[in-house]
């Protein structure tokens, strides 16, 4: 003789509660996502802007570090001038 055990058949009503928790938990995690997804994609704007400004300020002081050489250039002749004349400075 065979003997059948019957399952218990889980309760319908705490399952649906469960789906209706876990989907609330859902919608709640995705907004928590695309909140730091905005924060990350302003984060990279941000940073993209401050490398640009440096580059561009970097780009400027190498242009001013040309400039002063040029000129130390100018004021080295310019003095090895004064220096040579007959009259001497005046």
Do not use: C
Not at 41 to 64: A, P
């Amino acid at each position: 003789m065979h003997r059948y055990r019957w399952k218990a058949r889980p309760d319908v009503a705490q399952l649906e509660q469960a789906i209706d928790q876990l989907r609330t938990e859902l919608i709640r995690t995705r907004r928590q996502l695309t909140g730091k997804q905005q924060y990350i994609d302003r984060l990279k704007f941000l940073v993209q802007q401050r490398s640009n400004r440096i580059d561009d300020q970097r780009g400027r002081i190498e242009k001013l570090q040309e400039r002063n050489r040029h000129l130390d250039e100018e004021n080295d002749h310019l003095a090895e001038m004064v220096r040579l004349t007959p009259d001497g400075p005046l």
